[in-house]
């Protein structure tokens, strides 16, 4: 088995080993609290005034309580296992992505070497396209004119904020903001690419580590093997 598969296995049984650790506290809290209930059941009934007996409407009543509880562990249960196993078949899909070529569309690319390449699209023609560029913390780092002419253009930023000054490789972000002639806002799209190296599941969901980012598979658009 591969780094990553083993990475993958091991987050879904580590997930799975907390779930079935946490119902088992849970129906063991259960059943002792169960146990306590009989044992004041019984010695209520044992004690009572046989003039003046106690009413048992109230001790079904409990005992239906209990039983929903119970219930209630099992669903939940039930519920934590699919989850762990549905987090265990991304983990281990997401191992596919590995040596593709992802199309990303969240508008980031990675700066490195001085480079940065994002694609962009205009539904129409254009009077003014503005493109701009944030950083991580979302501070504009660069403001430029883009393409004014409908379909995809290419913009290639050397990773130099409007002052000439060289930024830190790192991820930023690409925003496209077009106007008709009449003032209309026009419809864009903003994409990039890269290489999937490596795969991370630490966390809840699978991320695809392309190039200094890290892309949640609902930010894939599209993947290609070359």
Do not use: C, H, R
């Not at 009543?61 to 562990?73: A, G, K």
């Not at 972000?173 to 026009?186: E, P, Y």
């Amino acid at each position: 088995m591969d780094p990553t598969s083993a990475a993958a296995a091991s987050s879904s049984s580590a997930a799975a080993s907390a779930v079935a650790s946490q119902n088992a506290s849970s129906a063991q809290e259960l059943s002792g609290n169960f146990d306590t209930f009989l044992q004041l059941l019984t010695t209520q009934l044992q004690n009572q005034d046989p003039l003046s007996p106690m009413d048992s409407n109230q001790f079904t009543q409990q005992l239906v309580e209990f039983s929903q509880v119970e219930q209630q562990i099992n669903t939940n249960s039930n519920l934590q296992t699919l989850i762990s196993l549905q987090q265990g078949g991304s983990a281990s899909g997401a191992v596919s992505y590995l040596g593709k070529t992802v199309t990303i569309s969240n508008g980031n690319a990675s700066l490195m070497g001085g480079t940065a390449t994002w694609n962009y699209g205009l539904a129409a023609s254009s009077a003014a396209t503005t493109l701009t560029v944030t950083d991580s913390n979302g501070n504009t780092v660069y403001t430029g004119p883009g393409a004014n002419t409908p379909g995809t253009s290419q913009f290639v930023w050397n990773g130099q904020d409007n002052n000439g000054n060289q930024l830190p490789d790192g991820v930023y972000t690409l925003n496209v903001a077009a106007q008709g002639s009449d003032g209309s806002a026009i419809t864009t799209a903003v994409t990039s690419q890269g290489t999937v190296s490596e795969i991370d599941t630490s966390g809840s969901s699978p991320q695809l580590v392309v190039g200094l980012m890290e892309i949640p598979l609902a930010s894939v658009a599209a993947v290609s093997s070359q």
